[in-house]
C-alpha cells in the first residue's frame, strides 16, 4: 500500500502532547510520523485538511449492534457504517444480542464479520454469565481467546454479590475489565424514566437517582475487594460520580464513562411522552446533567461512550411505558461533545482523551488512541464549525430512534481512515 | 379546543364558559328533557383499555342526550402487546369517521401518542396515573357550584396522590381557579415532588380538619394495595386515613367531602359520611354527565347549539 500525506490540519494527539497544525504521513495500516511541513513527495497521496481537526480514531466503549438475532434493528454492518459516519474507529459491542455472547463461538462470529465488513474494529464484549441470568459465569476464559475486551452483563449486572465477586475475581487474572451497569433494580423496578419532579407531574413511574448510587456503590466495592478493573457505564447520577470519585481517590482500579445524551438532555425531553428519549439510566434533572459535565471536566469521567441502542421505529412508536430503553448514539456523539468543549467544561485534548485515547487504554490496546509512530493508522478528521441537521437520511443505523433527529448539530465528520483505509468521506 | 387531554389545557375562562353551560345542561335534566339535537350526525367512541363502568357509562349517556352515535370498544390490556399496536388501532378507527374519541388508557400519555394519528378530537378519559381531566372539571364544578367560587378555598386531596391521576388533574386545575391544594394520606403514597404537582403535603389528619374546606378522598386499590407493597393492610388504612363518624365532627362546619367513586365503604370513608349532609358525591356523578355533555358538544364545535338548546 501506498503513502498517504494529511496535510494541513490541526492535529490534536494528548497521548503525545501534540496540538497544532501538522502533517500526517500513514503507510499501509500504520503511522509513519506527525510532523510540521512532511514534504509532500514523500506520499504517493495527499489530502488537503486545511481548516480541519485531526484526532486518533474515536473509541467507543459501549454500543448494542443487535448482531446476531436483532437483525432489524441493526447489524455489524449498517452499525459499522454509522460507526464510522460518527468517527469511531473502534467500538465495544455488548453481549445482549440473541444467542447471547456468552461463549466464543459468538464472540468469533462477531469479530469475523466485523473484519469481513473491514470498516472498524468491532470489540465484542464478552457476558459475565451464562444467557445474562445471573447464575453461572460463561466461559470469560475462552472467550477472552477469542477477543472480547471486556465482560458485562450490562442492564443486569448480577444481583448475586457472590456471582460478581466471582466474576471480578475471574477478570482480574485474565488481565480484563468489568464494565457494570449499576443499579438496584429493586429499588428503580417498575421505572420508565427518572424519579424527578417531571415524574411526580406526570405519574409516570420513576427511577431514582439513588438506585443508579447504591448499584454503583456495591459494585466498587466488589471491584475493592477482588482488586478487579471496574469500568462504570453511561453513569448518570451525581451521587454515583461522588461515589466514583472517592473510591478513585483510595486507589479502586474504577473508570466510568458518560453518554453524550446524559451530560446534554435533562428529564425534560420526556415532558411529551417522547419515547426516542427514553432510556435507562434514564435522563434526569440538571444537577446531574451538570454533575456529568463536570465530572468530564475534573477527570472523575474517563470516557465518553455512545451506549449506541438502536429499536425500530415500531417498536418505539408505542405507548411511553411500553417502548424498549434506549437511543441510537454515534453519529450525535462528536457534535454533542464538542458542545463541551465551546461551553468550556473540556479543552480539544480532553476531548480527545475521552473519545479515544482513555477508551484505549481501558480495553488495553496499546496501538489505537494514538498517533504515534508505529500505531494503527486510525484517524478522525472532522470540521468543528460544520452545522448540519441531522435527518433520516444522513443516519447510517437501521433505526432512527434518536431525540435529535431533525435538529441542528455543531460539528460534523469529514474523513474516517481505519487502518489506512479512508472509510467514511462526507460529501 | 381542538382535544382535551390534560387539566393544563383548561384557562378559567374555558371553565367559566363550561360551568355556565353545564348549569343549563343540569337544569334541562332536571326538568326531564333529556335528548337534545345538538350531536345529530356525530359519532362518538369510546375506547376504553382498562376496565370502567361510571366514566364510560357517563360519557355514553352524554353522547346519547345529545343525540350523536355512540360506539362503545373495550379492550383488554393483555392483548395489547400481542395484537395491533394503539397507534393502529386508532388509525383504523379513525377511518371509520368518528367525531370524537375518548379514550382511556393504562399508560401515562397514551393519548399524546394517539393524538397525531388521527383526525377525531381525542378526550383523555383517564392515561394511567397522569391526567383525568373532565373528572376534573366536574369536581371542580361541583365546588363551585356550592361555594359559588374556588377562589381561595382550600382543598385536600387524601388518599393515594403518588398514583392518582384524579389528583394529578384535580390540583392543576383547581390552582387555575384560584384554590390552595393539599394532601395527605400515608408516605409512601406521597408524590417525591408534591411541589411539581403544585400541592402542598399535609402531617396528620388533624390537619386536614383544620385547613380544608373541602376533602377529596381518593379510592384505594384494594387489590393493589399488598401487590405495591405501600401499605400494610386495609384495617389499618381505614383506621389512620379513612374518614369516619369521629373524624367527620373534627373538620369545620362548612367543610364539604367528595369521592370521584366507586367508593370502598369502610375503607375511605363509612356509612357516616355517605349519609352526611356535607358530601358531595352524588352531586359529581350529576354533575359529570352534565360536564362530559358539555365537552362532547364543545369538542364538535356545537357549543353554541348546546346552550341554544337547553
Known amino acids: ?427 | 379546543m381542538e382535544h382535551l387531554l390534560s387539566a393544563e389545557e383548561i384557562t378559567p375562562e374555558v371553565f367559566g364558559e363550561i360551568y355556565q353551560t353545564a348549569q343549563s345542561v343540569k337544569r334541562a335534566l332536571r326538568e326531564g328533557r333529556k335528548k337534545f339535537s345538538v350531536l345529530r350526525g356525530k359519532c362518538v367512541v369510546n375506547l376504553f383499555f382498562e376496565p370502567s363502568t361510571r366514566t364510560r357509562s357517563s360519557f355514553e349517556k352524554a353522547g346519547k342526550f345529545l343525540s350523536a352515535d355512540v360506539i362503545n370498544i373495550s379492550t383488554s390490556t393483555s392483548s395489547v402487546k400481542k395484537g395491533e399496536s394503539l397507534v393502529d388501532t386508532l388509525k383504523n378507527l379513525d377511518m371509520m369517521h368518528p367525531d370524537v374519541i375518548v379514550l382511556r388508557h393504562p399508560c401515562e400519555g397514551a393519548p399524546y401518542t394517539a393524538k397525531p394519528f388521527v383526525r377525531a378530537a381525542i378526550v383523555n378519559a383517564g392515561d394511567g396515573r397522569h391526567q383525568h381531566p373532565t373528572q376534573a372539571l366536574l369536581d371542580a364544578a361541583t365546588l363551585k357550584e356550592h361555594f359559588g367560587t374556588l377562589e381561595g378555598k382550600r382543598i385536600t386531596i387524601v388518599g393515594d396522590i403518588a398514583n392518582s391521576r384524579v389528583a394529578r388533574s384535580d390540583a392543576i386545575l383547581f390552582k387555575k381557579l384560584g384554590a390552595e391544594v393539599f394532601v395527605y394520606g400515608p408516605s409512601t403514597m406521597m408524590p417525591r415532588y408534591p411541589e411539581a404537582m403544585g400541592v402542598k403535603v399535609l402531617k396528620s389528619f388533624d390537619d386536614v380538619c383544620d385547613v380544608s374546606d373541602a376533602v377529596i378522598l381518593l379510592r384505594i386499590q384494594l387489590e393493589r394495595l399488598n401487590a405495591k407493597k405501600t401499605f400494610p393492610s386495609i384495617r389499618e388504612y381505614a383506621e389512620l386515613f379513612g374518614l369516619n363518624r369521629e373524624r367527620l365532627k373534627k373538620l369545620k362546619p362548612e367543610t364539604v367531602i367528595l369521592h370521584p367513586g366507586p367508593f370502598n365503604r369502610g375503607v375511605e370513608l363509612t356509612n357516616d359520611v355517605v349519609v352526611s349532609d356535607r358530601t358531595l358525591i352524588f352531586n359529581q356523578v350529576e354533575m359529570g354527565l352534565a360536564v362530559r355533555m358539555v365537552i362532547l358538544s364543545l369538542m364538535c364545535n356545537r357549543l353554541e347549539k348546546l346552550k341554544e338548546e337547553v
Open chain 1, 1 to 427: 500500500m501506498g503513502r498517504l500525506l494529511f496535510k494541513g490540519g490541526t492535529v490534536v494527539d494528548p497521548s503525545q502532547g501534540i496540538n497544532g497544525v501538522y502533517d500526517v504521513l500513514i503507510e499501509g495500516e500504520r503511522v509513519v510520523k506527525v510532523e510540521k511541513n512532511i514534504d509532500s513527495v514523500e506520499a504517493e497521496t495527499v489530502i488537503d485538511v486545511c481548516g480541519l481537526t485531526l484526532t486518533p480514531g474515536f473509541i467507543d466503549l459501549h454500543s448494542h449492534l443487535r448482531d446476531p438475532g436483532q437483525e432489524w434493528k441493526e447489524d455489524i454492518e449498517s452499525g459499522s457504517n454509522a460507526a464510522v459516519a460518527g468517527g469511531f474507529t473502534s467500538v465495544c459491542c455488548m453481549a445482549n444480542t440473541d444467542p447471547v455472547n456468552d461463549n466464543p463461538t459468538v464472540t468469533r462470529y462477531i469479530i469475523e464479520k466485523a473484519q469481513k465488513i473491514g470498516l472498524c474494529d468491532v470489540f465484542p464484549i464478552g457476558a459475565i454469565t451464562k444467557g445474562l441470568k445471573g447464575e453461572e459465569l460463561a466461559e470469560i476464559g475462552l472467550m477472552v481467546k477469542a477477543g472480547i475486551v471486556a465482560i458485562s452483563d450490562d442492564g443486569e449486572t448480577p444481583k448475586d454479590s457472590k456471582v460478581l465477586r466471582n466474576a471480578m475475581d475471574y477478570a482480574r487474572s485474565l488481565g480484563i475489565p468489568v464494565f457494570t451497569h449499576s443499579e438496584d433494580k429493586s429499588l428503580s423496578a417498575g421505572g420508565h424514566m427518572n424519579e424527578g419532579p417531571l415524574s411526580s407531574l406526570l405519574g409516570i413511574p420513576g427511577m431514582p437517582p439513588e438506585a443508579e448510587d447504591i448499584g454503583t456503590m456495591r459494585d466498587i466495592l466488589i471491584a475493592k475487594l477482588t482488586g478487579a478493573h471496574i469500568h462504570v457505564c453511561h453513569v448518570s447520577s451525581r451521587g454515583a460520580l461522588q461515589i466514583i470519585e472517592s473510591a478513585k481517590q483510595e486507589g479502586v482500579r474504577v473508570t466510568c464513562e458518560i453518554t453524550p445524551h446524559h451530560f446534554t438532555l435533562t428529564e425534560d425531553a420526556v415532558r411529551e411522552f417522547n419515547t426516542n428519549a427514553k432510556m435507562c439510566p434514564p435522563l434526569r434533572t440538571e444537577e446531574h446533567v451538570e454533575a456529568c459535565r463536570n465530572a468530564l471536566k475534573t477527570g472523575v469521567a474517563d470516557a465518553i461512550a455512545t451506549d449506541h441502542a438502536p429499536h425500530s421505529e415500531d417498536e418505539k412508536l408505542v405507548e411511553f411505558c411500553q417502548a424498549p430503553f434506549g437511543i441510537i448514539g454515534f453519529q450525535t456523539a462528536l457534535p454533542l461533545s464538542l458542545n463541551l468543549v465551546r461551553e468550556g467544561y473540556l479543552t480539544l485534548e480532553q476531548l480527545v482523551e475521552k473519545l479515544s485515547v482513555n477508551p484505549a487504554k481501558i480495553i488495553r490496546k496499546g496501538d489505537i488512541g494514538t498517533l504515534k509512530p508505529g500505531a494503527r493508522a486510525n484517524i478522525t478528521v472532522f470540521d468543528p464549525e460544520e452545522e448540519f441537521t441531522l435527518t433520516k437520511d444522513l443516519i447510517k443505523s437501521k433505526s432512527f430512534n434518536t431525540p435529535f433527529l431533525n435538529q441542528r448539530l455543531k460539528g460534523a465528520v469529514k474523513f474516517t481512515v481505519y487502518s489506512g483505509k479512508i472509510v467514511y468521506k462526507s460529501v
